[in-house]
């Protein structure tokens, strides 16, 4: 079995290139509404994660902040994870967009901030289209910025694919950490995480569970059978054993707990098999 970019360590943990520890898994926030953010961040933290990823798209972030207060938990624990709106494609407007994030979580730094698309999202489906080279550099700049000036312990993007990548790393002084793309069992993208693992890029993968689409595959339910988990454990632990971070999102309490068994190994075969549903 192939391994990517980042060295798993017992407590999963990513070393990203710049040596920070990404916790593996995380929770999603996406399509959460403030307040249910604010509980479901709250009992996932008091039940044992350290890593939550939400963005200024999601608006929740106030939520997300109120929940991390609540739970207890020393913010030097949390591995805290936003993004810059994908439509905002210029220095200053990041600017503004960083401050007005880090006040909505109610922190004054955070663990990683990425641009959370190359292009604005009713643009990303066309290929042939505007490529926002310049304008994704100059937002890059604002968060190396950011970076030094200790707002954020890493930075990174997501959605980029490799021709994005490489216009980004031509242009940049430091170099993306991370790239947060859509991965799960079947729909893996295998060259893109090749070349993030040449790079030492860390690869995340988002909606580890097709946000919800993989949950009623019967082949994967005879698959987790085997190693006694259920299937959204069984697609988590997949994306994990490929090297990458996993944030599957969950707001049920019985699905943020379930979601941390993952004390497992999938066979090279049933990898296989996963990789060619
Ligand atoms: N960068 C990007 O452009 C981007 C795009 C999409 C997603 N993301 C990130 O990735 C995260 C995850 O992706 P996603 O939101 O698309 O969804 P997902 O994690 O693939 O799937 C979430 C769905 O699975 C359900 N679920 C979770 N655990 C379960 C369990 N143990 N048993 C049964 N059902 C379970 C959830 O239900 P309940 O909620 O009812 O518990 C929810 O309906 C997002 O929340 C977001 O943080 C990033």
Redesign the pocket.
């Known amino acids: 079995m192939q391994r990517f970019w980042g060295e798993i360590m017992t407590n999963r943990t990513i070393l990203l290139q710049n040596g920070v520890g990404m916790p593996q898994l995380g929770?999603?926030?996406?399509?959460?509404p403030d307040a249910a953010a604010e509980r479901s961040v709250e009992h996932a933290l008091r039940f044992g994660y350290r890593h939550i990823?939400?963005?200024v798209a999601?608006e929740n972030e106030s939520g997300v902040g109120r929940g991390l207060k609540r739970s207890g938990v020393g913010r030097g624990e949390v591995f805290l994870t936003s993004?810059i709106l994908a439509e905002c494609k210029n220095y200053g407007e990041t600017k503004r967009m960083i401050d007005c994030s880090l006040r909505a979580l109610g922190t004054d730094y955070l663990d990683l901030m990425?641009i959370?698309?190359p292009r604005p999202w009713d643009e990303m489906g066309d290929d042939n289209g505007y490529r926002y080279e310049e304008e994704n550099a100059a937002v890059w700049r604002a968060l190396e910025e950011g970076y030094t000036a200790g707002k954020f312990r890493a930075i990174g993007v997501?959605?980029f694919e490799i021709d994005d990548l490489r216009s980004l790393m031509r242009r940049c002084s430091i170099p993306p950490m991370v790239d947060?793309?859509?991965a799960?069992a079947g729909e893996i993208p295998w060259e893109l995480l090749e070349f993030c693992r040449t790079n030492r890029i860390a690869a995340e993968a988002?909606?580890?569970?097709?946000?919800?689409?993989?949950?009623k595959r019967g082949e994967l339910a005879a698959i987790a059978e085997k190693y006694g988990v259920?299937?959204?454990?069984l697609c988590i632990a997949y994306v994990m054993q490929l090297g990458m971070i996993a944030?599957?999102?969950?707001?049920?309490p019985?699905?943020?707990e379930?979601?941390t068994e993952l004390g497992f190994t999938i066979s090279e075969d049933d990898m296989r098999a996963l990789a060619a549903l």
């Open positions: 929770l999603g926030t996406w399509q959460v990823d939400t963005a999601y993004k990425l959370h698309a997501s959605n947060q793309v859509r799960y988002y909606s580890p569970l097709a946000t919800g689409g993989l949950l259920g299937v959204p454990q944030i599957p999102k969950a707001v049920s019985a699905h943020i379930e979601n």
